[in-house]
């Protein structure tokens, strides 16, 4: 008990200092580490497994749907990133250049892909030339690089992990069609995989990507009442094709430009598992993407007959799921701690006593409850368990979210609101960009999204008075 | 056979120009596409695709030989780069520096990784302490930039996609095991899964990693009796190890360096099936790696029930294989050149008389063999045609490598042998390097390896007739 004393000290509480908390879970729970390269983390193997498990998720669901994956230069001439306008005044000032290849001055600098729009672009304006060409639908597995000021482990970093989907279709309602299916499929991961509520809806103008018509987004809410957006997939009509000049013959014979989309997530989707589930005893991992999802602790273990049983077990789950069994010399007690630090969602204790009644116990990670169960029974026990867990994390997620989601129908109850804990702020907005400062700069809160789901809270605009286009959700966000 | 003629008819024949036969069948069989990003390709789906399954069968073979999967940022702080000294010599004239963040000149270079021993071994600085904390078998799939002048797609570009092992060991022994595990498992890829016979052996001094004690290797013969080394795996010794100071505790409490290996391949091997198997109708793909494994082509699909037909089949076969069935409006002839073009290692013909019949053809890649097969026993055929392609391919690329391996017994014969048609040529070798850099000079060729399989053809040198401590092969290579 000394021991996992020691261990669970090791980490600040949520209570005291949450962005600590935070900091000091990702270390803990070995998921990174720093390296010398400024704000560049290093995905170690328990954290890395956590998104080989979300890629293997995603990348199913994208090629059940039609997409195919292919690889795009890493590297963009300055030239390239020019081609469209908005793109470059939002991606300039946040790229790393190359400017030297060996010891020789580059003629034009390159930028490490910030996203590549610009590059399928312009491999879409060499193979789209008829509609039988249309839609393409790729997609591509990539690290890119932004250059952030300040930068947080899995939720700003430099270089982080994601997925790019760009896609080119004839008409611009399949383009639409194809952005709300990519948001689905992220909503689907988010809840039914990760256990995280989220909400749908529209990017306002201010808020919606570099070059898009329109962003949509799915936003989380974290334990602290802080916004995560999750994922989003973008809607960029035909601006990108005219710049690029991709044009196909259409049915009718005639040259058009195709409409484009694209989507992506992102390793912060840890850092939002982490924020949404973890607690004072350190991570709590949704069990179905949890490296590890049960943890076999053999209790008195130099008696006879506990490291053999315990290794059966171990066998016998290995055909149905994610297993550890430690047999080292530490305590049950530290044992115990430093699973839950690594948030593993089952932990199984086996000792002599349970051996001769042909049982165990199994322990949930997310609530603690305890099972007895006869070891005749683990193959339907466990996949139950893990369902409990799952269904448990999402629901005290979502009971999160809904104790604070919070109303206000004028500037200064905003104001006041904003001033309390954290949470969604649900105001009627006249649809401009001035009253979305106005919040920002009074409230401190910027607008998550216009919820595929409207309410009627008001007829005007909470901050003008002028008549109301739509509800917006705000909060302060990650 | 107008449409099929004019697809053959566009790539150059190997025998007529090689070079040109192998771009024309990168670029014909939708493999890649070029960007404006010099020395730089696009992946297309196509091309990836059989990356993927290079991915998928190396992957479950580095975990289940207990390596774990890690994430090393990109970026190489030049400070960190030049702590081993032959390394950084290595590897400095051939890298892209990064010296702008943003608008902002950075106060220290950073480098895009050519490979990542220096961050895994600065990593390794922090997290082992003791034996207890080894071995670490770590890897990581990304790309890297290596700053090349001329460059080819596949062979050699200037970015490429590879998986790169970093593992450290508490003894010698252990690590020179590790190093030769994993170049077995580069060998069974090559040899079981994409049908390419490879020698396997030691670099010499010359030829070996910046950095490493020793270098192995799998040396691949092309059909065009060129070499092309198609994987390494390097020990480090402690080198990296003193100089990055990372030490453990010892089971006699002592610190101890630890020792260190790196492995890696890359998308060249997919260079190497282009160039190990194709023909002058194109790529020809081994059937574990083609990303389309049967099409299935209608005959007649106008007839009455032909399409419905293929398409059950296509129904059926997707249970066991990778399948397409191509229905569109082009002439079966335009098929047969499109999917012979692609490689794709069976071809299914099913017409209005097979049909009546009960039976379907099916035509091998390889060698155009037709068979004539019950439609009851399709589960069973088309696997077992799947070996015998598999070990057509092998045998076809086998008997090309003997036939192109050749002995010379003094420089007079290595100058005339090399100067006939390409292919191994094996010597005996003093050691030394000046008569390395002989052969090469005189004779243009390479020393490949010292092949673990060692032959006795003399005792002396061939090049400077002193004691020979070595066979060697020599060759040209890619």
Redesign the interface.
């Known amino acids: 008990m000394a021991d996992s004393k020691k261990m669970v000290e090791a980490i600040t509480s949520m209570e005291e200092d949450f962005a600590k908390w935070y900091t000091d879970v990702v270390k803990k729970a070995e998921l990174i580490?720093y390296?010398?390269?400024r704000g560049?983390?290093?995905?170690?193997?328990y954290g890395?497994?956590i998104?080989?498990h979300i890629q293997h998720w995603l990348d199913s669901a994208f090629k059940s749907t039609g997409h195919?994956?292919?690889?795009?230069?890493?590297?963009?001439?300055e030239?390239?990133l020019q081609k469209e306008k908005d793109h470059v005044e939002g991606f300039?000032?946040?790229?790393?250049?190359?400017?030297?290849?060996?010891?020789?001055k580059l003629s034009e600098?390159?930028c490490?892909r910030p996203t590549s729009e610009t590059?399928f672009c312009?491999?879409y304006s060499?193979?789209i030339k008829s509609y039988r060409d249309l839609p393409k639908l790729?997609n591509q597995w990539?690290?890119v690089?932004r250059?952030e000021k300040t930068t947080r482990p899995f939720l700003r970093t430099?270089?982080f992990?994601w997925q790019e989907g760009h896609t080119m279709h004839e008409t611009a309602e399949e383009a639409i069609a194809e952005t709300e299916q990519m948001l689905n499929i992220y909503a689907q991961l988010c809840e039914d995989v990760l256990a995280i509520p989220v909400v749908k809806g529209r990017k306002t103008d201010k808020e919606k990507f570099a070059g898009a018509e329109a962003t949509y987004t799915i936003e989380a809410m974290m334990h602290d009442g802080k916004s995560l957006q999750a994922g989003t997939s973008h809607y960029f009509g035909d601006g990108f094709a005219k710049a690029f000049d991709i044009q196909f013959t259409g049915r009718d014979n005639k040259l058009q430009y195709p409409h484009q989309t694209s989507w992506g997530v992102t390793t912060r989707l840890i850092g939002a598992i982490i924020m949404a589930h973890g607690d004072n005893n350190g991570l709590v991992l949704p069990p179905q993407v949890a490296p590890i999802q049960v943890a076999i602790i053999p209790v008195a273990q130099h008696k006879e007959g506990v490291l053999k049983k315990a290794g059966e077990l171990k066998q016998r789950l290995e055909k149905f799921c994610r297993v550890k069994m430690d047999d080292s010399n530490n305590s049950p007690g530290w044992k115990y701690a430093e699973y839950e630090m690594k948030g593993v969602p089952l932990r199984l204790e086996i000792g002599p006593r349970d051996i001769e009644q042909n049982q165990c116990v199994l322990v949930r990670r997310d609530n603690r409850e305890k099972t007895v169960v006869s070891l005749d029974e683990l193959e339907t026990a466990i996949p139950q368990l893990f369902q409990k867990v799952h269904e448990g994390l999402y629901q005290k997620a979502l009971a999160n979210r809904e104790k604070r989601t919070f109303v206000a129908h004028s500037l200064e109850e905003m104001i006041q609101v904003a001033s309390g804990e954290n949470g969604f702020i649900k105001t009627m907005w006249c649809g401009d960009p001035a009253c979305e400062e106005m919040f920002k700069e009074k409230a401190g809160v910027s607008s998550r999204c216009m919820p595929f789901e409207q309410e009627h809270l008001d007829d005007v605009c909470a901050c003008c008075g002028k008549p109301a286009k739509a509800m917006v959700y705000w909060g302060k966000a990650y």
Not at 40 to 45: A, K, V, W
Not at 68 to 77: A, D, G, K, Q
Not at 92 to 104: D, F, I, N, R
């Open positions: 580490d390296s010398s390269v560049c983390m290093i995905l170690r193997p890395y497994a998104w080989e195919e994956n292919v690889y795009m230069p890493m590297l963009i001439p030239s390239l300039a000032p946040e790229v790393a250049w190359v400017t030297h290849g060996g010891s020789e600098r390159l490490v590059l312009e491999h060499h193979i790729y990539c690290s690089i250059w430099m270089e992990l």
